[in-house]
């Protein structure tokens, strides 16, 4: 069974705390995606990794980074966290582009 | 850049009746993917439908979609709404990066 996991799925910050997310998947998927769902403005794509240490810049690149030291493993960090930073974000991971599955979603607040 | 346009954002109807949801979509590339994911409450996006063909009709679930690629259209529709289809509904154009995003509709259906 297809999987992608998304640690921790609730997590409450202070402005200007560190945050790590955390994604795995268990399908030996060489893309994974991190985006990020607001009200109103859908699914934006963040970064974008086509293997280990190979990452890319989505649309909505500032103020976070990524790291992919494997490929069944995918970490979005918020330095500094800001409060337009809260929302909810998904990890996805794809054989292509053409078609993503996605984690449950991690529930980020930063107050 | 490219782009995915849904004009409705919320649709509300009664269970039995048919429900019609609009996708168009700009592109540089003349052999788009498209697709249709679905989400409902506090789930995370699964895809619904795909295709890259055109004027082929592709079904799942009781829905359906054809890629039109003259009108650039990709609309989905299902003839009779159940309770279980009330959701956000995300159609997506597949790039190079990854997928783009309209900004999608919820469907409400009502006994």
């Known amino acids: 069974d297809m999987k992608v996991t998304q640690m921790p799925r609730y997590l409450i910050k202070r402005m200007g705390e560190n945050v790590l997310l955390e994604c795995g998947q268990d399908?030996?998927?060489?893309?994974m995606y991190w985006y990020r769902q607001d009200p109103g403005l859908g699914l934006q794509l963040i970064y974008i990794s086509y293997d280990v240490d190979s990452n890319s810049e989505g649309d909505i690149p500032k103020g976070y980074r990524v790291s992919r030291k494997k490929r069944e493993h995918f970490s979005l960090i918020l330095d500094s966290a800001k409060t337009n930073q809260t929302s909810v974000y998904f990890c996805a991971s794809g054989a292509s582009s053409y078609e993503q599955y996605f984690g449950p979603g991690t529930r980020l607040t930063v107050l | 850049g490219d782009s995915v346009t849904q004009t409705e954002g919320l649709v509300t109807l009664t269970e039995g009746l048919p429900v019609m949801l609009n996708c168009t979509y700009q592109t540089i590339y003349s052999n788009p993917f498209l697709f249709w994911y679905v989400q409902h409450l506090n789930e995370s996006p699964r895809l619904l439908l795909k295709?890259?063909?055109?004027?082929k009709r592709t079904e799942h679930q009781g829905f359906h979609a054809t890629l039109h690629k003259s009108s650039s259209s990709f609309h989905l529709q299902k003839s009779s709404a159940q309770l279980s289809d009330s959701a956000l509904y995300y159609c997506a154009l597949s790039y190079a990066q990854g997928l783009t995003f309209g900004l999608g509709t919820r469907v409400s259906v009502f006994p």
């Open positions: 399908m030996s998927h060489e893309t």
């Open positions: 295709s890259f063909t055109d004027n």
